[in-house]
Nanobody
Framework: VQLVESGGALVQAGGSLRLSCAAS????????MGWYRQAPGKQRELVAT???????NYADSVKGRFTISRNNAKNTVYLQMNSLKPEDTAVYYC????????????WGRGTQVTVSS
């Protein structure tokens, strides 16, 4: 299984970006899919997750600005980011998990989001 992110870019503060993450090689539906981010010198942190039935969870820092969604048929997850701030600058990683008798967790390689002030 591979997760491939896209959509990262350099954007001015107040702007918007949409990240996409496509999973390949999975003949099953993931349980939760989500986005994490890691800024230089900081630990990786949760941004948002969405379950297979559409329940969402957001970090307090992005509530009201970011929206996560997924397409189960395509095994794809999206992150719409609005009103971006310089503190949103980070590498954004896609994450997905599945239980197939054993718990599996998958990570993408990340996509860079840079917000200039």
């Amino acid at each position: 299984v591979q997760l491939v992110e896209s959509g990262g870019a350099l954007v001015q503060a107040g702007g918007s970006l949409r990240l996409s993450c496509a999973a390949s090689g999975a003949a099953f539906r993931f349980n939760a899919m989500g986005w994490y981010r890691q800024a230089p010198g900081k630990q990786r942190e949760l941004v948002a997750t969405v379950t297979s039935v559409g329940s969402t969870n957001y970090a307090d820092s992005v509530k009201g600005r970011f929206t996560i969604s997924r397409n189960n048929a395509k095994n794809t997850v999206y992150l719409q980011m609005n009103s971006l701030k310089p503190e949103d600058t980070a590498v954004y990683y896609c994450n997905a998990d599945a239980y197939l008798g054993v718990y599996y967790e998958y990570w993408g390689r990340g996509t860079q989001v840079t917000v200039s002030s």
